[in-house]
């Protein structure tokens, strides 16, 4: 063989080669896209499997929190906007922190209201989550004096937390005393139950106007782990639920 064929030979595979390794580039290329595809259809399927879940849930508990808020004499809508926000109605939620349920209850706060020893178990059912989380709640409206504003950021961050921080001086001061919350995830927690509240209410806008930072933006607060660590402070301080 001449060395001129040996050279056309060698141009030849290197080509060849080269075409193989395009075509085969083309086709992970193809593969990956449809792995993408599967990826973002089955992302989708559970978006729409968590919604149905929720209005599931949001549904099977509205006579447990019609009983619970009527037992306790406080609005249904006020539990219910704060169980939307602690659990999205999930009875079987338990924190890293240790909260437990639909209204996410200490175990020491729910043992307290039931004034009886309670379990993870006993708190998993619904009824009784929402029982004890009702007569925690007419505990902090009494103690603030049917505050709602005081009392949901009490549910978040613990009354005594509250109590150390400037109280409002006046009605029309509640609203200015929210954006003054110094916790930033209370204070995204107290906006979105009283978003929520306003909700259930048939408001048509959110309790707060967006100023400044406004309430639609990202906070801090939006986080699980900043609500699970809210908890973990709970728990750690004696003058909290």
Not at 182 to 206: A, C, H, I, S, W
Request: aromatic share 6%.
């Amino acid at each position: 063989m001449t060395p001129t064929l040996v050279v056309v030979g060698l141009i030849l595979g290197i080509v060849l080669s080269g075409i193989e390794m395009v075509d085969s580039a083309h086709r992970m290329r193809d593969l990956y896209q449809q792995l993408d595809q599967v990826q973002r259809q089955q992302n989708e399927l559970l978006a729409v499997h968590s919604r149905l879940l929720l209005e599931r849930g949001a549904r099977a508990s509205l006579n447990t929190v019609e009983t619970a808020a009527e037992q306790e004499g406080i609005q249904a809508n006020l539990l219910r906007a704060i169980a939307k926000q602690e659990s999205r109605f999930a009875p079987g939620v338990v924190s890293p922190a240790g909260a437990v349920g639909v209204m996410q209850l200490l175990p020491s706060t729910a043992t307290e209201m039931a004034d009886a020893p309670t379990s993870t178990p006993m708190l998993k059912d619904p009824a009784n989550n929402f029982e004890l989380g009702a007569r925690y709640i007419n505990h902090l409206l009494e103690q603030w004096e049917d505050d709602p504003f005081r009392s949901i950021a009490s549910y978040n961050a613990g009354p005594g937390a509250v109590a150390s921080w400037m109280q409002p001086t006046d009605q029309d001061d509640d609203a200015l005393w929210v954006e003054r919350i110094p916790y930033p995830e209370t204070r995204f927690y107290t906006k979105k139950v009283l978003d929520n509240l306003l909700g259930y209410l048939g408001g048509n806008q959110p309790f707060c106007k967006e100023t400044g930072a406004g309430v639609g933006q990202k906070r801090a607060g939006d986080d699980a782990s900043d609500h699970d660590q809210t908890h973990q402070k709970q728990a750690d301080r004696s003058t909290r639920r």
